[in-house]
Each structure stands twice: as structure tokens, then as C-alpha cells.
């Protein structure tokens, strides 16, 4: 009657084999995002460009990817998900190949912007995707693959770029990330499962009323302003940094700016002990650690000396996915019944938050440099946490008393 060790062990080789493929696929889809980051004043200087006109090519990608998220909502809900994600993971791979054969910066931020429209088709399908391919006693392990992923991937991407920058060129930099893709899209078509397609086109419907209904809630609304803010400021402290450890005194080449974001592997820890300890000592108090934390790494970038810069920007890495870790199931807790739909509106405040931590940090750079940027994103963080900090400690006790 029960289970022999024979189908126990073909079930866990089954999942190590589902989540070695989806590790492989995530990194590769999420390293596409970051790719610019590690050599953005090596383009700034092909170019001939300013700083702020650089960083449009992480501003365009992340602004068009905020908008373009909640429209694939209705494709979800009528089409089988694994089609989707290859449908736009062979979009996105197109698009990529467009920043290798770019012949100017216009067309390099063309691309850019194409791959911010496709990359929501694979982000949004996946975070349901996961969780119908692992069966429900291995769901927590799909999704601490899935948030590990996304971790790798951004170190990857600068990596990657910035060794393969430093030993060929920029653009063989984005070709490479062309291959891999093409590789991922081969993975995901014959080694993960397909899924039971719905159609549910009145709840569609019922769900766009229900965003707007959720940014209604008080409570709902200042709980998404902290991922977001933390990742405005993850995304302009580690973009900045760049520009400053390219200058004198440091005047680090490609490869060098690649290889600190290594830095950024404490992520992929990170991830998974921050929503394991967030059961235990609460989600509300492992997210104001991730502040404290970031806010810290913040202020330690702002240092003279390389290794404080890069305890700095480890430490707003391990503040930043600690967020991103908990915030996603906080909001689940708030609304159980309804947990897609806040992902929706998660990943929108989250991308929005990236976007503009690549816009206005330029705007201060220009003005008073990486002392700049830095109060920007302290001062930022304590105006949008407060709210969130007024609700959950005092609102709150008020409606207890």
C-alpha cells in the first residue's frame, strides 16, 4: 500500500532534474535584465554619451517592462502557460540579438525596450508556472529555485558582459546571452512539463476591478511601496557604483566592474533563508531587518576604500532579496484568496521602482555625484517605509485597543 524506495527515489530524481532545468532557465531569462549594468561606461564612452542617456538602456527596459506586466494578465488565464513562456522567450531572444547587431545607440535601446515588453510574458506566467509543475509538498523548494534563479542571474548578467566585453567587445558581450537563451528555450521545451490551460475570460474581467480595489487598501498600498523603494535603490547604488569605480582613483576595466558583482552570489543564500526564517520570526520583522540592513550597505558604499564599497553593495544585496523574498508572500498573507493578482501589482511596483532607480539617481549624479545618489536613495527609503511603519505599528494597535 505504500510508497516503494523505488518511486521515492524516481520522484526526488524527477525534481532535482525539474529544478536543475529551472534554475538554468531563470538565471539565463533574468541575466537579460542586467546585462548593460557592468559595462555601461564602456558604452558610455563608445557612444559619446552622457550618463543619464547610458542609463536609459536599463530606465527603457524597466519602465516598458512596469507596463507591460499586468497586460499579460488575460493571456495567462486562456492560453497554457508553458506555450507562453516559450512564445516570449523566442521574442526575447530575437530582441537580443538586435543589441549585438546594433550599429548605433538608438537601436541598442530599441532592443532594450523589446525586451522589457517580453520579458513580463515569461516573469508573471512563471511564478504560477512553478507552482503547478512541483507537486504541493515540494512547492516551498520550487519557489526558493525559482527566487535563487533570479539571484544568479543578476550576477550573470554583469559578469558575464563584462568579462566577455573586456576580452572581445560589447557587443559579443550580448551575443553570448543570444546562445544561452537558445539553449534555455531548447531546455524549457523538452525537459519542464506542460500545464492544464483555463479559460477564464470573466474573471478577467473581475480581476483588473480588483487592482484598483487592492491600491485602494491602505495597508495593501504601503507594504508595495517598500519593495519598490528598496529596489530603486538596489538598482541605483549598483549602477552608480560602476561609474565611480571606473574613475579615478579605482579606474577598474570591463572585467574588473564584472568581477565585483560577484559580490551579488550572496543573493542566491539569501533568498531562500529569508522566506524560511520570515515563518518563523514573522514577515513583518524579517522585512524591516532587510531595511536596516540595505540602509547600512548604503552607507558603507559611500566609503573610500574598495573593500568597503564592496561590503556596501553586498550588504544591499543581502537587504534587497531579503525584501523581495517576503514582501510577494506578506501580500499573499493579506489577500489568500486572490494571490495572482497581487503578484501582478508586486511585480508593477517592484519594476517601477527599478526603473526609476536608473532615471532620477542620474539626474543627482549629475549634480553632486555618488554622495548624491546615495541621500537620494536613504532619503527616498525613509519616506516610503513610513507609511508601512505607521500602519503595521500604530494604526494597527490602535484597532487592536
Given at each position: 500500500?505504500?510508497?516503494?524506495?523505488?518511486?521515492?527515489?524516481?520522484?526526488?530524481?524527477?525534481?532535482?532534474?525539474?529544478?536543475?532545468?529551472?534554475?538554468?532557465?531563470?538565471?539565463?531569462?533574468?541575466?537579460?535584465?542586467?546585462?548593460?549594468?557592468?559595462?555601461?561606461?564602456?558604452?558610455?564612452?563608445?557612444?559619446?554619451?552622457?550618463?543619464?542617456?547610458?542609463?536609459?538602456?536599463?530606465?527603457?527596459?524597466?519602465?516598458?517592462?512596469?507596463f507591460a506586466t499586468p497586460l499579460y494578465t488575460p493571456l495567462l488565464q486562456r492560453f497554457e502557460k508553458k506555450k507562453i513562456i516559450l512564445f516570449?522567450?523566442?521574442?526575447?531572444?530575437?530582441?537580443?540579438?538586435?543589441?549585438?547587431?546594433?550599429?548605433?545607440?538608438?537601436?541598442?535601446?530599441?532592443?532594450?525596450?523589446?525586451?522589457?515588453?517580453?520579458?513580463?510574458?515569461?516573469?508573471?506566467?512563471?511564478?504560477?508556472?512553478?507552482?503547478?509543475?512541483?507537486?504541493?509538498?515540494?512547492?516551498?523548494?520550487?519557489?526558493?529555485?525559482?527566487?535563487?534563479?533570479?539571484?544568479?542571474?543578476?550576477?550573470?548578467?554583469?559578469?558575464?558582459?563584462?568579462?566577455?566585453?573586456?576580452?572581445?567587445?560589447?557587443?559579443?558581450?550580448?551575443?553570448?546571452?543570444?546562445?544561452?537563451?537558445?539553449?534555455?528555450?531548447?531546455?524549457?521545451?523538452?525537459?519542464?512539463?506542460?500545464?492544464?490551460?483555463?479559460?477564464?475570460?470573466?474573471?478577467?474581467?473581475?480581476?483588473?476591478?480588483?487592482?484598483?480595489?487592492?491600491?485602494?487598501?491602505?495597508?495593501?498600498?504601503?507594504?508595495?511601496?517598500?519593495?519598490?523603494?528598496?529596489?530603486?535603490?538596489?538598482?541605483?547604488?549598483?549602477?552608480?557604483?560602476?561609474?565611480?569605480?571606473?574613475?579615478?582613483?579605482?579606474?577598474?576595466?570591463?572585467?574588473?566592474?564584472?568581477?565585483?558583482?560577484?559580490?551579488?552570489?550572496?543573493?542566491?543564500?539569501?533568498?531562500?533563508?529569508?522566506?524560511?526564517?520570515?515563518?518563523?520570526?514573522?514577515?513583518?520583522?524579517?522585512?524591516?531587518?532587510?531595511?536596516?540592513?540595505?540602509?547600512?550597505?548604503?552607507?558603507?558604499?559611500?566609503?573610500?576604500?574598495?573593500?568597503?564599497?564592496?561590503?556596501?553593495?553586498?550588504?544591499?544585496?543581502?537587504?534587497?532579496?531579503?525584501?523581495?523574498?517576503?514582501?510577494?508572500?506578506?501580500?499573499?498573507?493579506?489577500?489568500?484568496?486572490?494571490?495572482?493578482?497581487?503578484?501582478?501589482?508586486?511585480?508593477?511596483?517592484?519594476?517601477?521602482?527599478?526603473?526609476?532607480?536608473?532615471?532620477?539617481?542620474?539626474?543627482?549624479?549629475?549634480?553632486?555625484?555618488?554622495?548624491?545618489?546615495?541621500?537620494?536613495?536613504?532619503?527616498?527609503?525613509?519616506?516610503?517605509?513610513?507609511?508601512?511603519?505607521?500602519?503595521i505599528f500604530l494604526k494597527d494597535n490602535k484597532n487592536d485597543g
Amino acid at each position: 500500500m505504500g510508497l516503494s524506495l523505488d518511486s521515492i527515489i524516481d520522484g526526488d530524481t524527477a525534481m532535482l532534474k525539474t529544478s536543475i532545468t529551472l534554475f538554468f532557465i531563470v538565471s539565463i531569462i533574468f541575466s537579460t535584465i542586467y546585462t548593460p549594468q557592468a559595462i555601461l561606461p564602456e558604452l558610455q564612452g563608445y557612444f559619446h554619451i552622457t550618463v543619464a542617456q547610458t542609463n536609459l538602456l536599463l530606465f527603457g527596459m524597466l519602465f516598458v517592462l512596469m507596463f507591460a506586466t499586468p497586460l499579460y494578465t488575460p493571456l495567462l488565464q486562456r492560453f497554457e502557460k508553458k506555450k507562453i513562456i516559450l512564445f516570449s522567450m523566442a521574442l526575447l531572444t530575437f530582441s537580443v540579438l538586435i543589441s549585438a547587431l546594433s550599429s548605433n545607440f538608438y537601436w541598442l535601446l530599441f532592443s532594450r525596450v523589446l525586451q522589457g515588453l517580453f520579458i513580463p510574458g515569461i516573469t508573471v506566467t512563471m511564478l504560477s508556472y512553478v507552482q503547478e509543475i512541483y507537486p504541493e509538498h515540494h512547492r516551498g523548494l520550487g519557489m526558493g529555485v525559482y527566487m535563487s534563479a533570479t539571484g544568479f542571474g543578476a550576477v550573470l548578467g554583469r559578469l558575464l558582459a563584462g568579462w566577455m566585453t573586456q576580452w572581445y567587445g560589447w557587443r559579443e558581450a550580448f551575443g553570448i546571452f543570444v546562445v544561452l537563451l537558445l539553449m534555455a528555450w531548447v531546455m524549457m521545451y523538452l525537459g519542464l512539463p506542460s500545464t492544464k490551460s483555463t479559460s477564464q475570460g470573466a474573471k478577467t474581467k473581475a480581476n483588473k476591478k480588483m487592482l484598483l480595489g487592492y491600491l485602494k487598501n491602505s495597508k495593501i498600498r504601503s507594504v508595495l511601496f517598500v519593495p519598490m523603494v528598496v529596489f530603486f535603490s538596489f538598482m541605483a547604488v549598483s549602477s552608480f557604483v560602476t561609474y565611480r569605480l571606473a574613475a579615478a582613483p579605482f579606474s577598474l576595466d570591463a572585467s574588473a566592474l564584472g568581477n565585483t558583482f560577484l559580490v551579488l552570489l550572496v543573493a542566491v543564500i539569501v533568498s531562500p533563508l529569508a522566506g524560511k526564517y520570515s515563518d518563523t520570526l514573522g514577515r513583518v520583522t524579517v522585512l524591516f531587518l532587510g531595511i536596516v540592513i540595505l540602509l547600512v550597505g548604503i552607507m558603507l558604499s559611500t566609503l573610500g576604500g574598495y573593500t568597503w564599497i564592496l561590503m556596501g553593495l553586498g550588504l544591499v544585496t543581502v537587504g534587497m532579496f531579503s525584501v523581495q523574498a517576503v514582501a510577494p508572500a506578506y501580500l499573499g498573507d493579506l489577500v489568500p484568496d486572490d494571490k495572482a493578482t497581487v503578484a501582478v501589482l508586486y511585480q508593477t511596483f517592484f519594476y517601477f521602482g527599478g526603473a526609476m532607480g536608473t532615471l532620477l539617481p542620474a539626474v543627482a549624479w549629475n549634480y553632486g555625484g555618488y554622495d548624491a545618489v546615495v541621500l537620494l536613495c536613504f532619503g527616498l527609503v525613509l519616506v516610503c517605509v513610513m507609511p508601512f511603519g505607521y500602519i503595521i505599528f500604530l494604526k494597527d494597535n490602535k484597532n487592536d485597543g
